[in-house]
Structure formats: structure tokens, C-alpha cells
């Protein structure tokens, strides 16, 4: 008989980290992603728990970046400091993202409640702050790869960074296609895919639409 993961403390994440039990949680989140989006909503993570784990993954990211921002900053000369650009991402990370998936989780429970949806706010929430701890090692893995492959393009290699941003982009879309449909209660993922395609291609449509 399968056991189910230990309850998760998630009040403690900020204070120890990605512990132990984040890491096997998301390690055991690939096997079953559905399954373990049902083992979040089991758990039912206060909201300083959903906060305190957005931070980690934007947290993560920044640092995941860090190559990238020193390439930026170099590419700008004397009028982008280092420190500017980092102080920027940093602010960004901290502040602006957590608003970000709070409004975007907003917006896909309004979309997914005419289509049958059975959930509520929080657990739209809940999907997409699990949905990017998920995506955590793509994160990690797009890092390392842009670091190895910055000034790589001379060498052949400058679309190799690129490839694996755009397969970290997809894999993190479909992670969050999967727990929105458990989140909101989807027979398919289908509603939930389209849902997030909605919200990630129609506003760039209605930008080209007014420029055209």
C-alpha cells in the first residue's frame, strides 16, 4: 500500500530553506503531478506558507540569474552597474512577483469558473505557487546552462541556452496546466491548458492586434 508523503511544515520553509522534505516532496511531485497537488490541497498551507514558498522559488530564481545579470550588466557598460541591474532583480523577485501570481491566479479562477470549475481563489493559488516550486530544478537547470553558454554563440553553442529556456517555459506551463486542473476540479487538463494559454497568448495577440 502506497504511503502518503509526510505532512509538510510550510510556515518553516523561509526559516530553514528548501529542506529535506520540500526537495522530496517536489522529487515525488514528478511522478504523480496531479497527486501531489492533491496532497497540497490536503495540507492546506496558510497563506503566509503560500507566500513564504513563492519567495523561495523567486528567491531561487534571482540567485539561478545571477550570471545572466552580470552578462546584462556588462553589456550596458559604464551606465548599467552591476549593482543596479541586481538591485532591480532582487526588488522584482521580492516584491513584484509574489503581486504578480496572486493577480494571475486571480484571473485564472474568474476564466475557469464558467467552464465548470469547483474550486475557489485559494486553491488557483495553491496551483500556481506548488506549480512553481515544481518547476524549481528547470529553473535551476536553465541557470547553470545560460551561465556555461554565456559569450557561446561564436562557438555554435549561443542556441543551446536558448533551447533550454524555451523547454524550462514549457515545462513549468505544463506543470501548471496539471495543477490547476486538480486545483480546480477538471475531469481533463484540457481546460486548464487552455485556460493558461489564454492568459499567456491573448494579451500578446491584443498587442499585436492594436499595432497592426
Not at 5 to 13: K, S, V
Not at 48 to 71: E, Q, R, Y
Not at 111 to 119: F, H, N, R, T, V
Amino acid at each position: 500500500m502506497a504511503v502518503a508523503p509526510a505532512r509538510l511544515n510550510w510556515g518553516e520553509i523561509m526559516a530553514k530553506g528548501a529542506s529535506r522534505g520540500l526537495v522530496a516532496r517536489i522529487s515525488a511531485g514528478y511522478r504523480d503531478v496531479r497527486g501531489s497537488m492533491v496532497q497540497v490541497l490536503a495540507d492546506r498551507p496558510s497563506e503566509g506558507g503560500l507566500l513564504a514558498l513563492i519567495l523561495l522559488v523567486s528567491v531561487v530564481g534571482f540567485l539561478a540569474n545571477l550570471p545572466d545579470a552580470a552578462a546584462q550588466a556588462r553589456a550596458g557598460g559604464a551606465e548599467t552597474p552591476l549593482v543596479g541591474v541586481l538591485a532591480g532583480r532582487l526588488f522584482a523577485a521580492i516584491f513584484l512577483t509574489p503581486l504578480a501570481v496572486y493577480a494571475v491566479a486571480a484571473l485564472t479562477h474568474l476564466i475557469a469558473k464558467p467552464l465548470g470549475a469547483s474550486g475557489d481563489f485559494y486553491a488557483a493559488r495553491a496551483a500556481l505557487a506548488w506549480a512553481m516550486a515544481l518547476a524549481l530544478p528547470l529553473v535551476v537547470l536553465d541557470g547553470v546552462v545560460g551561465a556555461l553558454t554565456l559569450g557561446a554563440a561564436s562557438a555554435g553553442l549561443g542556441g543551446v541556452g536558448l533551447a533550454v529556456s524555451a523547454a524550462a517555459g514549457i515545462g513549468f506551463l505544463w506543470l501548471w496546466a496539471l495543477c490547476l486542473t486538480q486545483a480546480e476540479g477538471f475531469a481533463s487538463f484540457r481546460p486548464g491548458f487552455a485556460i493558461i494559454s489564454a492568459i499567456i497568448f491573448l494579451p500578446a495577440a491584443l498587442v499585436v492586434a492594436f499595432r497592426g
